[in-house]
């Protein structure tokens, strides 16, 4: 199993950018994806969620709403996180990984990547 994140890069305040995470080795249907990020110090934060069976999404409260939109495409095995008005404290490594649901705790995700990197300029 690999998940490859994607998509990272630098912006300005405001700017937008859509991360993918591209699944391979298993059945998207059966999983949850979780795009966590972990900035120079922190913990890791579940930023958002996707149970891919039924569409099922959850946005953690790191992030103001309406600023992150996660989807799926199963045909393409692939989980996008579409991020809007970038702010300086949206920097940080972004990560995905696996779960049997959204709500599993931080342990029970799997398969992390190495992270794409997301850097917002003031």
């Known amino acids: 199993v690999q998940l490859q994140a994607s998509g990272g890069g630098s912006v300005q305040t405001g700017g937008s950018l859509r991360l993918s995470c591209r699944v391979s080795?298993?059945?998207?249907?059966?999983?949850?994806i979780g795009w966590w990020r972990r900035a120079p110090g922190t913990e890791r934060v579940l930023v958002s969620c996707?149970?891919?069976?039924?569409?099922?999404?959850?946005y953690g409260g790191s992030v103001e709403p309406g600023r992150l939109t996660i989807s799926s495409d199963n045909a393409k095995n692939t989980i996008y996180l579409q991020m809007t008005d970038l702010k300086p404290e949206d920097t940080a490594t972004y990560y995905c990984?696996?779960?049997?649901?959204?709500?599993?705790?931080?342990?029970?995700?799997?398969?992390w990547g190495p992270g794409t990197q997301v850097t917002v300029s003031s």
């Open positions: 996707i149970n891919a069976g039924d569409g099922e999404t959850y």
């Open positions: 080795g298993v059945t998207l249907d059966d999983y949850a």
């Open positions: 990984a696996r779960a049997g649901g959204c709500h599993f705790p931080l342990t029970d995700f799997d398969s």
